[in-house]
């Protein structure tokens, strides 16, 4: 399994980024794919989570409301579209493929990783 994320960048607060991740040699037991982000000096923190199989969506409290989380037809690219970022957003976001979405927000729930895309908002 491989995850490539993409899509971030720089941006002013109150504005929009999509991230991207495409993943190839996929299982059909990996049902959930996941964003993370992890800040220097903190946490891997759970953004938001898809259940592959049925458009389920999960979201942190942080970005409910103004992050929303998607997937393509083909279920080989998932989205993570922000909106009316903060400062607080800032951090590198890491694309994540696991199982089941039951603990979505645990990064020990997911075995496969992308290599991450730096999110600067300032």
């Known amino acids: 399994v491989q995850l490539v994320e993409s899509g971030g960048g720089s941006v002013q607060a109150g504005g929009s980024l999509r991230l991207s991740c495409t993943h190839s040699?996929?299982?059909?037991?990996?049902?959930?794919m996941g964003w993370f982000r992890q800040a220097p000096g903190k946490e891997r923190e759970g953004v938001a989570a898809?259940?592959?199989?049925?458009?389920?969506?999960y979201y942190g409290d942080s970005v409910r409301g103004r992050f929303t989380i998607a997937q393509d037809n083909a279920k080989t690219t998932a989205y993570l579209q922000m909106t009316s970022l903060k400062p607080e957003d800032s951090a590198m976001y890491f694309c994540?493929?696991?199982?089941?979405?039951?603990?979505?927000?645990?990064?020990?729930?997911?075995?496969?990783w992308g290599q991450g895309t730096q999110v600067t908002v300032s």
């Open positions: 040699g996929y299982t059909s037991s990996r049902h959930c």
């Open positions: 898809i259940y592959r199989h049925g458009d389920f969506t």
């Open positions: 994540a493929a696991g199982q089941t979405c039951g603990n979505w927000w645990k990064a020990s729930e997911f075995g496969y």
